[in-house]
């Protein structure tokens, strides 16, 4: 299929904005609240809670989350059926790069499906007493961690490459130099990201390492006198 390219460019753009605006920002937002569970079953289980929770929380997730995938998927295949998507046009390393975009993309559809089934709907997540005793019980079989490790890595490489196509197509960087900057930053976000989701995912089987914890102090000893007291 050909479309006009003021039409693709349009498309490109869009695309690349859905990735990190609110799909990217979810992103991150997960990985966050995943990763209260380094600080145990309590605090991940409250993260939880007060997320599902939240006033039309239905709404947000539907409009906020799932619709902008949907949004993003449909784009994406749209994009990748053009006939202006050539590989030829790009050096050795972009060719690799886009490639890996559209196979992450497709494993992540899959990755997504499993995820909120098992979680959400399944019976074993439903019965479970908490979140956090489900996650943990599902991540010890060796081939559900392996798993969700690919997703975890899926979803970061195809944010983190994102971020470099939503600056390419944003106009952020111009010049070749920037874009060789932009590329690295990328893939810095990628093994940084990539990391933090695998220490979330570790931390439900125990092993998980809490790094950069800045611990609260213990409450103050506050003594409350009575009127008698006072005199």
């Known amino acids: 299929m050909r479309v006009s390219d003021s039409t693709y ?13 609110p799909i990217g920002a979810f992103l991150l937002e997960h990985f966050l609240t995943n990763s209260r569970a380094l600080q145990g079953a309590a605090a991940f289980d409250r993260a939880a809670a007060e ?18 995938i ?15 998507a050539n590989l030829d046009r790009h050096g050795y390393a972009r ?22 089934w098992s979680t959400r709907f399944s019976a074993e997540a439903m019965s479970a007493p908490s979140l956090f005793a489900y996650m943990r019980e599902h991540l010890s079989h060796p081939g559900v961690f392996a798993f969700y490790v690919l997703g975890v890595i899926a979803a970061c490489y195809h944010f983190g490459n994102g971020l470099f196509g939503f600056a390419i197509h944003w106009g952020l960087v111009t010049s070749r130099s920037a874009q060789r900057w932009a590329g690295r930053a990328a893939m810095a ?21 809490n790094l950069f914890q800045k611990h609260a102090p213990p409450p103050a000893d506050v003594t409350v006198m009575n009127a008698s007291e006072h005199r």
């Open 51 to 68: 997320l599902a929770g939240l006033p039309y929380v239905v709404l947000l997730e539907a409009g906020g989350i799932w619709m902008p």
């Open 9 to 21: 460019y349009t498309l490109k753009r869009l695309h690349s904005l859905s990735g990190v605006v």
């Open 189 to 209: 976000v990628v093994v940084v990201l990539s990391l933090v989701g695998i220490n979330a995912l570790l931390a439900f089987t125990g092993h998980g390492l």
């Open 95 to 116: 060719n690799w790069h886009y490639s890996l975009q559209r196979f992450s993309g497709l494993f992540l559809v899959l990755y997504l499906v499993y995820h909120t």
């Open 70 to 84: 949907l949004f993003h998927m449909v784009l994406g295949i749209l994009i990748a059926t053009t006939s202006q």
